[in-house]
């Protein structure tokens, strides 16, 4: 499947001032799971809906978010990307409404807007930001089970067959926590990768409640797999997943294929790798890792993650604590990817 960059997919109208202010949450099964109010609770410490009105003052947009108390800062993250409403927003609009965003956080007196989470790649930017290029692998669901079957690549179809004729079985283990947790971290750890500690992560299966399940791919009724998937009838999320060091073959590929047949099945309409880095250097895990979500016949979607320093004496506290951290941010990591001439708005 080929790389389609999101601000080249849609026609630009004039542009038009979007203006960002609250509004109640009203989620229902056709959005993200993550602009649902009970995960939003979950993860943050103060959360919300900014919706972004037109001149007309109709509704265009919605962009959930989180704020986060850390070190004494008040971070924002979002969640997921911009959600256009009715008939869409051109970029310009999109633009506008980010550059509204980032004036509401200053005057509500939070420190920096973060990297986003993984699964949130935005079309387009605000004025000023640090951005760099991300993007995310995504299969439409919205089609036979056997197309879906055929475009995978056939050495992982093999692998599959070979995992089932070894009895290999998938199932639904979303009340076991702990054992994904465990698996989970011990498969971050070993690329060196930080991750949450047990009581967040429980407080995030939590916040996707019945929007949220665990499976396990099991050989010999030993778990070699695990992935946590959050989902409404917008999109299935690949949110987590771990894998003991000398799995069986294909056990987590079998575990993706089951997982996109059963929410197919529930008239999901998407199936997100969630989080994909362009143009990984060749030879990386992050290469492997691309071509693996590619062979599933995943069509990648690129477009950009950012962070905002509103305060920027106070956003040198997280700037400099997160380089010591990890070495800094994704945009930190990915910025040097970042075009020249790639821009997020068309003329």
Known sequence: MHS??????????PVADIRAEPINIHWDESLPVFAKEEFLKAVGDEYGWLGGHDTSQHLRCILPYTIIRKAGLRLVRFRVQTIPMGDGLNLHEEKSFLNSVVRY??????????????????????DGADAAPYGSYIIDLRMAEELLWKQINRTVRLNIG????????????????????????????????????????????????????????????????????????????AIYAGN???????????????????????????????????NPEKGSKQESINLMKKRFGATLIDGYMWKY???????????????????????????????????????
């Open 162 to 237: 070979t995992a089932q004729r070894a009895g290999i079985t998938v199932a639904d283990e979303s009340r076991n926590i702990d054992s994904a947790y465990d698996l989970i971290k011990e498969t971050f750890a070993r690329s060196k990768i930080a991750f949450m500690d047990r009581d967040s992560f429980r407080k995030y299966v939590h916040g996707l409640g019945s929007n949220g399940s665990i499976l396990v791919a099991k050989y010999l009724d030993a778990p070699h797999s695990f992935c946590l998937f959050g989902y409404s009838k917008h999109c299935a999320y």
């Open 309 to 347: 320093p509103l305060r920027p004496l106070r956003s040198r506290v997280y700037t400099i604590g997160v380089r010591l951290l990890r070495g800094g941010d994704l945009v930190d990591q990915e910025r040097h990817k970042l075009k020249q001439d790639r821009t997020p708005v068309a003329d």
């Open 4 to 13: 389609t960059l999101l601000s080249d997919t849609l026609h630009v109208a």
């Open 105 to 126: 956080f200053r005057n509500a007196g939070a420190d920096v807007i973060v990297p986003a989470s993984n699964n949130a790649i935005f079309r387009t930017y605000p």
């Open 244 to 278: 003991i060091l000398q799995q069986h073959q294909g056990a987590n590929k079998l575990l993706y294929w089951e997982a996109i047949r059963r929410f197919r099945e529930q008239n999901v309409s998407m199936f997100d790798f969630v989080g994909a880095r362009i």
